[in-house]
């Protein structure tokens, strides 16, 4: 992670910190929610959850 992207991540911080919501952060940072939660999740260190997959066939 480069020093530009830890900036723009104490910036998301300090917006959602202030804001008390992920939809408020995005709308004053004319951003998505789920942009919002993915840099949350960046600056938590964890990575995103893959996405549902549906699988064809008979469960065991």
Do not use: Q
Request: glycine share 8%; proline share 7%; charged share 20%.
């Amino acid at each position: 992670m480069g020093g530009l992207e830890h900036l723009n991540l104490l910036r998301m911080f300090d917006i959602i910190y202030s804001e008390r919501s992920l939809t408020h952060a995005g709308l004053a940072l004319n951003i998505s929610e789920s942009a919002v939660d993915n840099a949350l999740h960046r600056l938590k260190g964890k990575p995103r959850p893959p996405p549902c997959s549906f699988t064809s066939g008979v469960a065991a």
